[in-house]
């Protein structure tokens, strides 16, 4: 392990039929959203565990008892725990907050962007272990798919419009009129829409 001071904080959805992927919902059926749910948890695992480059702890919802939550938790090196607060940016901020009392930088991702892969993760430990207060990766939808910091900055995660083409402008602002130096890497993509979805289909495809 190449970073014992950091830690990566993946959120995730128990894949529940109905409950995940729901914006695909539509074009590809509740059972497809449901098993590329648990594909893309098993890819993100599969992913940081071969990295090995630092611990993993793996933010379930809506509890860590899912069977698919213990099966990953026998199936790779993470720990499990639960999401809490009543929205996204609440429950990220609680993870990190917890988080940052053991390790010195942690980060968020999800498991919805399969382009983010274990070398832009290490890019983003080594611009926080060079001093940089905040960074991130930013998505091509106008969200974000990293966050990484040493400090839990609450503002960051209050009145940000979660899901809309707005959160990495919002979140650029609060960071520049709080004067904290950020840094964002490459944009990526992640999997929100049906074209999405296919581009998913055509790389694994590459890849297997």
């Known amino acids: 392990m190449w970073y014992h001071d950091s830690v990566v904080l993946l959120f995730a959805k128990a894949p529940v039929e109905g409950k995940v992927n729901t914006r695909l919902i539509t074009d590809i059926g509740v059972s497809a959203a449901t098993e590329l749910q648990h594909e893309l948890i098993h890819h993100r695992?599969?992913?940081?565990?071969?990295?090995?480059?630092?611990?993993?702890?793996?933010?379930?919802?809506?509890?860590?008892?899912?069977?698919?939550?213990?099966?990953?938790?026998?199936?790779?090196?993470?720990?499990?725990?639960?999401?809490s607060g009543s929205d996204l940016g609440e429950r990220m901020y609680n993870a990190i907050q917890d988080a940052l009392r053991q390790y010195k930088y942690c980060m968020v991702i999800g498991t919805d962007a399969p382009a983010l892969d274990e070398i832009i993760i290490q890019q983003a430990l080594d611009t926080l272990h060079e001093g940089t207060d905040v960074v991130f990766v930013p998505a091509e939808d106008g969200g974000y798919v990293l966050v990484g910091m040493q400090h839990a900055h609450d503002f960051?995660?209050?009145?940000?419009?979660?899901?809309?083409?707005?959160?990495?402008?919002?979140?650029?602002?609060?960071l520049e009129i709080n004067n904290i130096v950020y840094k964002e890497l490459a944009t990526c993509w992640d999997v929100d829409r049906l074209e999405d979805y296919q581009r998913y289909l055509s790389q694994r495809k590459i890849t297997l």
Do not use: T
């Open 45 to 83: 695992l599969s992913m940081l565990s071969r990295a090995n480059l630092c611990d993993v702890r793996l933010l379930c919802a809506p509890d860590a008892l899912h069977d698919s939550f213990q099966q990953c938790k026998q199936q790779y090196p993470v720990s499990l725990f639960e999401q």
């Open 156 to 174: 960051l995660f209050h009145e940000i419009s979660w899901g809309s083409a707005e959160v990495m402008l919002q979140s650029r602002n609060k």
